[in-house]
């Protein structure tokens, strides 16, 4: 699943193609599958806590898992992170300091540049869970996951 496009990318890291790249479409997709894939083990934490409490999923949700009943705008962020702290500056970092180089965007080396998006993708992707996940029951997109605090802080046995 594709969430984000090159257009996003410079969004947020403007000289990002200012090294030699043109574009970096390939990795988008893999980046939407790596997210889809963090989103199915929050899925998966979801339905068993409604498996072993008075709860129930909402109407309209059997359970399974479809990314295509994501509401997208709320994972573009997170999809831009992950493409520029796992794909693009790793390829950057690899390609440019083969000639003994250091290269350094806005005063981050790449290599730093690319933990701080892999800590802003982890605190993204928490955020929007926390806010509440927004999936399409069939009537429009409604959050699915989020249960009062008191439910969260009841002891069980």
């Known amino acids: 699943m594709i969430f984000t496009d090159d257009s996003d990318l410079l969004r947020v890291q403007p000289s990002v193609f200012e090294h030699g790249a043109a574009s970096f479409e390939d990795y988008h997709e893999v980046a939407g599958d790596e997210l889809v894939r963090d989103l199915k083990r929050y899925w998966c934490a979801i339905i068993g806590a409604y498996r072993y409490t008075p709860l129930r999923m909402p109407d309209g949700c059997d359970g399974s898992f479809d990314p ?4 997208p705008l709320q994972w573009v962020t997170a999809a831009v992170y992950r493409v520029l702290g796992w794909h693009v500056l790793p390829r950057l970092h690899s390609t440019v300091t083969l000639d003994g ?3 350094s965007v806005e005063g981050m080396k790449l290599n730093e540049l690319r933990l701080f998006y892999r800590i802003a993708y982890e605190r993204e992707f928490a955020e929007v869970l926390q806010g509440g996940l927004e999936y399409d029951l069939g009537s429009g ?3 699915v ?3 009062p605090i008191a439910e969260l802080q009841r002891l069980r046995r």
């Open 68 to 71: 295509d009943r994501l509401n």
């Open 145 to 147: 996951g989020r249960r």
């Open 141 to 143: 997109y409604e959050v």
């Open 101 to 103: 180089t250091t290269l």
